[in-house]
């Protein structure tokens, strides 16, 4: 099945920094690649994907982006604020009715 | 509104008393799934339904049982729960690529 792992495990940035979290995966077949944030106390919510035919994709302060043949997706966060800190999980699926495999999660803290 | 919901939110319970937290979705979403979530671990997955009455084994489902009657429901079941079972559980439902969690629930067993 597939696996996914996620560097770092904590990340500390001050405030306007930039963020960068890692991931890769074993699975040649997934093409469906999310990020979650899940802030204290709170469910995990979606806040970016990308699929497989795309190389990049931004969202105001955050983007991904992908690299099928090396197998490894990565978070950017612009301009880090306190409202960022939370943990993000990154995921791996073969888009369809199939089954996310996630990362461990990534404890990122924006120190104002 | 889209949601999923799971019930209890807070549960503490004895070993070995059987316990069942429900979950529910109205999104019409034929996959769903249960995550366990512990300091360190991240989000591991104990049984997973692609359909009504089709469900399949994770990566962590010993000790649990689920069942999925109707394509809403997808309820998880501890038989004889034990301390090592103390986590916080979350429920999701997904279509084609989101994926939706309920607002977990926090069991603890002593």
């Known amino acids: 099945g597939e696996n996914v792992e996620q560097h770092p495990s904590t990340l500390s940035v001050q405030e306007g920094d930039s963020a960068v979290i890692k991931c890769t995966y074993s699975?040649?077949?997934?093409?469906?690649f999310p990020w979650y944030k899940q802030e204290l106390g709170k469910r995990p919510q979606l806040i970016i994907d990308?699929?497989?035919?795309?190389g990049e994709k931004k969202d105001q302060r955050i983007a991904v982006t992908l690299n099928k043949t090396a197998k490894h997706f990565s978070l950017h966060i612009t301009e880090t604020q306190p409202e960022d800190s939370a943990v993000y999980f990154c995921?791996?699926?073969?888009?369809?009715?199939?089954?996310?495999?996630f990362g461990k999660g990534t404890m990122l803290l924006v120190s104002p | 509104e889209a949601q999923v919901t799971q019930n209890p939110r807070y549960l503490i319970t004895v070993t070995g008393k059987k316990l069942t937290v429900t979950c529910s979705q109205n999104?019409?979403?034929?996959?769903m799934s249960w995550y366990r979530q512990d300091p360190g671990l991240g989000l591991r997955q104990i049984y997973y339904?692609?359909?009504?009455?089709?469900?399949d084994k994770g990566d962590v489902p010993e000790g649990y049982k689920v069942s999925r009657k109707e394509k809403r429901n997808f309820p998880l079941i501890l038989e004889s729960p034990s301390p090592n079972q103390t986590s916080l559980y979350f429920c999701?439902?997904?279509?084609?690529?989101?994926?939706?969690f309920g607002q977990g629930t926090r069991l603890t067993v002593v």
């Open positions: 999701a439902s997904k279509g084609l690529t989101e994926a939706f």
């Open positions: 699975d040649s077949a997934s093409n469906y």
């Open positions: 990308i699929r497989s035919n795309v």
């Open positions: 995921a791996a699926s073969y888009s369809g009715y199939s089954t996310l495999t």
């Open positions: 999104m019409n979403h034929e996959y």
């Open positions: 339904s692609m359909n009504v009455e089709v469900t």
